[in-house]
């Protein structure tokens, strides 16, 4: 790009944010995490957690933007702090055999609202509340085209709103995606519903969409935006309509090559990364997967790149397979979310991640979240919550945390492990796709993680204490295939992060699988002084083994194997090696537990490290876990 270019676009981005006042710049957006919410399948206006919705019939459910201001706690809940919301602008009417609207993607009048998702003072008041819970709100936009029902060559241009003649659209063609001027100029969609193409390089087209969007985002008080089909319009478009907005924009180039991929940045502010998608999800889809790969992935886009800090990093969202539809295996998730959150750019989590959903390809990625029931003690609610609290926490003690750029220090079939953050403050993340049935063991030298000799570590997934060894390295062991996520210790000082923290462990020691102790308590707003809590394991036991349980708390025995409690075998198949037992815990306290086997003669095995943590909730649950080996 030109120097003058590249100052007209300058001037024009500050020019707008004058106007847009309280507008976030795009390095306050580096610091959010967004959820990603299909409008239509999050929640309803009458909060219904049982009304059907059939994704294979791809027609409206009646999620809504008033349900959504009614389940704000769930989503700030994990952590986020913006959401990304569907297209708000009104959609073509009618059902066909590609289904109906909901999505938000076939517009047909850009001046009016969606009226199956609310009212002006609906989407006022999601902004309002947003706003007033310090969180922020990104809304889904298309400039590329407009949407007909009905073919190509049969569409009625003065029913679109307000591109209403045909001297606004290139002439139909079908895209040859090896040509990049057929790509912006030629047509998606398809003859049953066509999606005309706009002449985004025509000035009377650019004027209509920066008026218009400089006009939803003053009237709605939107905070960012994201941008669809972005490769489909020419580069020059970009600038003016970001500049009109006066709001940072991320753009959906749908393309896995970093060298195709970064040169929009010189164009727009942000785009979702997806060249690390495809890496991260052929690296953790099974126990197969590429991780050698992902690692030559990673620094190829810290190559290419022109400021990956402003990238979206996601493992799913509404145009992809759940990442569970590849792998029931809720260890490689945990590990693939992990990477995906802690790597560098702004951390998006689509709705029904943390549910462990599992629809294939469109339409079946787009399940009504309403029931999940909006579980927060699920898995991935709480592991999700960790590890913003983490990302977060690590933001406040590092001012280069996030302009840092990560890197992978150590790789090799199974294993990556990255670092990102300063000194003294970094976050090494190891990540493994061995899976939930094994365990391994890896080192990282001191000039890999940048720990110093003798220093304390912690492990903020399973609160686990290291030391490293003299020369500053440490060992440490994948057990179950979870990740570990190092911190140093002494930077947790005065957080609530496995506070109080366990006595650290000596590198030299860490596969013994004895207990670390761990916090007891935490906040509750719960009145029951007690709740049932059914502990399941799926555990292979020898004829005279009897499984027990054991924990931080008098409940389970205070980690005293004399008096630990014995778990029912009432229902253990060979296939299906269950053991049980219903405990009743105060609501809030945070549980630190391992299984024990006892044979006939009283010895004792114990289940590996780390330990199982859970928070206790304020009604009856089940925990179920199976046998670290």
Known sequence: MRPERQLSIVLGLLLSAAVQVGALTASEWRKQSIYQVVTDRFARSDLSTSAPCDTSQQVYCGGSWQGLISKLDYIQGMGFTAVWISPIVKQIDGITKDGSSYHGYWASDIWSLNPSFGTADNLKGLSKALHDRGMYLMVDVVTNHMAYLGCRSCVNYQGLSPFSSQSYYHSSCTINYDNQTSIETCWQGSDVVSLPDLKTENDDVRKIWNDWVSKIVSTYSIDGLRIDSVKHVEKSFWPGFESAAGVYAIGEVFQGDPAYLAPYQSYISGLLDYASYYWTVNAFQSTSGSITALANGINLLKAAAIDPSLYGSFLENH???????????????KNAIAFTMLKD?????????????AGSDTPYNREALWLSGYSTNSELYTWIKRLNQLRTYAISKDDSYLTYRAWPIYSDSHIIAMRKGSSNKQVVGVFTNIGASSSTTVTLSSSASGFSASQQITDVVSCDSFITDSGGSITIKLSGGLPRILYPTAVLSGSDICSPRSAPTSTASTNSAAPTSASSAASTSCTATAVPITFKALVNTSYGETVKLMGNTAALGSWNTANAVTLSASKYTGSDPLWY????????????????????SGAVSWESDPNHIYTVPCAAATASSTWKK
């Open 581 to 600: 037992a219903s405990i009743d815990l105060a609501p809030g306290n945070v549980i630190l537990y391992k299984f024990i086997k006892v044979n006939s």
């Open 345 to 357: 750019g702004i951390p998006i989590i689509y709705q029904g991640q943390e549910q462990h959903y």
């Open 319 to 333: 145009d992809q397979p759940r990442f569970a539809h590849k792998t029931s295996d809720m260890v490689l998730a």
